[in-house]
């Protein structure tokens, strides 16, 4: 089932309103009063959200003797950063895939930012996502493969209304245009024309989509409307800009959860990005305890022996890209391993059935540990890991990283110099 999956995977290769900010509040207020406003303290009935979709490759599945059945459609948003489970997110709701369609309901509480993703039905194995939904109540359409979506007065307010302007839609129609020339034959010289030709155009439209979006952060009348536009432009922003201008967001809504949330998770980000920062080449490693699947307490600095390498790498079950590394690491490692480089894995599931499951799939011969805790983990907040697969390569007589973030051929270079051919 996996390579079956992993087989598909390859195949799936607004101006605001006029007048003043502070005039328009309450006309703003009136006029989305009938489909939602807001619910910062939870006192309004609930209202739902019902999101109907498709997911083509339902056939190609069956086709690579796959289970179709096996899919879901799961809502997901960003969980409360002072949750106590030590999530990272929560899931709102998983449905299954039936011939290629879904259909979730979910309540709205609050309007905020979700997330749609097309998984196996233990969550582990993405094979399509949809970014930058928004729980909103009333009836939103989307197709996954072509990462479409309708319905939403927010989601059209930031995403949609705007889509439609000539510049736009020529821009667009241009392109298809160069793509059915380019199809047709042209030569060495004309396929560089229609390159940058191209590339001047997805200019236009990027810089459109984004004086758009950021016209709705800047001056739109509703502040969840600003708040929803500054998230969609993530990584238009940084993290500090993003933090000045949720932080003054709370002025106006200072109850809104969502909002408060954020400017939790950013503060927690930017701490996280000084931890990291901090521990570079030419520093000491940090020491750590875990445990290993047989449950025997592991300690990093045990593992640190003269005349050695210690590769410390942090990955989880669920993450394609590391487990896509894994068997370059164990060619490196057989190469290796007698001329004194170690391996460590550190995993950052949270279930210890599924980091089994993987480590039994990938038979890694080195030392694998946990203390199943996730993102949560004392040990990846010590480090600061925002996002995995990261690693880093340390001498064992001086504990000092000599290397960090190694990949692939990066990995054997870097052996091959401190411990020879």
């Known amino acids: 089932m996996k390579n079956n999956l992993l087989s598909l995977m390859f195949l799936l290769s607004v101006c605001g309103f006029p007048g003043s900010v502070e005039s328009a509040k309450a006309e703003a207020k009136k006029?989305?009063?009938?489909?939602?406003?807001?619910?910062?303290?939870g006192q309004e009935q609930p209202q739902s959200m019902v999101v109907t979709g498709t997911f083509r490759f339902v056939e190609q599945l069956r086709e690579l003797g796959a289970d179709p059945s096996d899919l879901q459609a799961t809502l997901w948003c960003f969980?409360?950063?002072?949750?106590?489970?030590?999530?990272?997110?929560?899931?709102?709701?998983?449905?299954?895939?039936?011939?290629?369609?879904?259909?979730?309901?979910?309540?709205?509480?609050?309007?905020?930012s979700v997330g749609l993703a097309i998984n196996g039905k233990n969550g582990r194995l993405t094979l399509a996502k949809v970014d930058g939904l928004i729980l909103e109540p009333g009836h939103v359409q989307v197709d996954v493969n072509a990462k479409s979506v309708s319905g939403g007065y927010f989601y059209s307010k930031i995403y949609t209304s705007w889509k439609n302007?000539?510049?736009?839609?020529?821009?667009?129609?241009?392109?298809?245009?160069?793509?059915?020339?380019?199809?047709?034959?042209?030569?060495?010289s004309q396929q560089q024309e229609l390159y940058a030709r191209y590339a001047v155009l997805s200019k236009v439209i990027e810089d459109k989509t984004r004086n758009t979006i950021m016209s709705v952060a800047n001056?739109?009348?509703?502040?969840?409307?600003?708040?929803?536009?500054?998230?969609?432009?993530?990584?238009?922003?940084?993290?500090?800009?993003?933090?000045?201008?949720?932080?003054?967001?709370?002025n106006e809504i200072p109850t809104y959860r969502p909002l408060l949330s954020d400017i939790k998770r950013i503060q927690a980000r930017l701490a996280s990005e000084k931890r990291a920062n901090s521990i570079k080449v030419g520093t000491l490693i940090k020491d750590f305890s875990a445990h290993t699947l047989a449950g025997e307490p592991f300690q990093l600095k045990d593992a640190l022996v003269d005349g050695n390498l210690v590769l410390v790498e942090f990955w989880a079950s669920w993450c394609g890209p590391c487990r896509d590394e894994i068997p370059h690491m164990k060619t490196a490692y057989q190469r290796f391993n007698h001329k004194g480089f170690e391996i460590v894995s550190f995993s950052l599931d949270d279930d210890k059935e599924n980091w089994q499951e993987a480590s039994e799939e990938e038979a890694m011969p080195w030392l694998d540990v946990s203390d199943l805790k996730a993102f949560s983990s004392p040990v990846a907040e010590m480090y600061g890991i925002q996002g995995i697969p990261a690693n880093y390569l340390v001498e064992g007589k001086t504990g000092r990283i000599v290397a960090k973030d190694l990949r692939q051929k990066a990995l054997d270079y870097k052996l091959s110099e401190l411990l020879g051919d």
């Open 31 to 41: 006029d989305i009063g009938e489909q939602w406003w807001f619910n910062p303290d």
């Open 219 to 250: 001056t739109d009348p509703n502040p969840v409307a600003r708040y929803l536009a500054i998230g969609a432009f993530e990584n238009g922003l940084s993290a500090l800009e993003r933090l000045s201008r949720l932080s003054h967001l709370k």
């Open 165 to 188: 302007a000539p510049e736009l839609v020529e821009a667009k129609q241009e392109q298809q245009e160069l793509v059915s020339r380019h199809q047709a034959g042209v030569s060495a």
């Open 79 to 112: 969980a409360d950063p002072d949750n106590k489970s030590g999530e990272f997110v929560t899931n709102l709701q998983s449905v299954p895939v039936i011939d290629g369609k879904f259909k979730l309901e979910v309540p709205v509480k609050e309007v905020h």
